[in-house]
């Protein structure tokens, strides 16, 4: 059974110019490198076995790179996009951004202004009182928690922090005392 050949890609001169700039660039990331020198390699001719091993990847690698590049050129995208990954799918928000402000605005109250007799919020407190109010119909205390950690915010660190310790604020007081005489 006859193998049949890839599909010919050429390259104008401005995109073959581009890429050597693209890989040649310290910043590049070098997944997008190694898809430059992929597209590169299959303007010379090359087929995807040959490219495969010269670059040291799988031939559904090249495959793929050379399929892409084809599928998006007559976009005229910049060639950096061009070789950039495709957006995946995923699952939706499971909470609006309204929620999750909510959220994080009850994260920054006082435990005692909703009756709770703690000295601070954790995430499983912060969930059950979410959905006391009615804010979310459900949520973990985990996902609280992930929320929170992505928006570097610590309940359980406010008293701290709107009140440095008094060791703290004394050694700030002699600092400014000692360089002021």
Not at 3 to 14: G, I, K, V, Y
Not at 31 to 48: C, M, P, S, V, Y
Not at 70 to 76: F, Q, V, Y
Not at 143 to 169: C, F, I, M
């Amino acid at each position: 059974m006859a193998r049949l050949a890839p599909t010919p890609l050429h390259l104008t001169d401005s995109e073959r110019t581009d890429l050597h700039t693209l890989i040649n660039r310290h910043s590049t990331a070098q997944q997008i490198a190694l898809r430059g020198r992929i597209i590169l390699l299959a303007d010379e001719g090359k087929n995807h076995r040959e490219i495969a091993r010269e670059l040291n990847i799988s031939r559904d690698m090249a495959r793929l790179w050379r399929q892409r590049w084809l599928e998006r050129a007559p976009t005229h995208l910049p060639v950096a996009e061009r070789l950039a990954d495709a957006p995946r799918p995923g699952g939706p928000a499971t909470f609006t951004l309204e929620q999750t402000l909510q959220l994080f605005a009850l994260a920054c109250e006082n435990p005692a202004d909703s009756r709770r007799p703690i000295s601070h919020w954790t995430p499983r407190e912060l969930a059950d009182e979410m959905v006391k109010r009615g804010i979310v119909e459900s949520i973990s205390p985990r996902h609280v928690g992930r929320l929170l950690a992505e928006a570097d915010l610590k309940p359980h660190q406010v008293q701290y922090w709107l009140n440095p310790p008094p060791t703290q604020s004394l050694m700030r007081r002699s600092k400014t005392s000692v360089t002021s005489t």
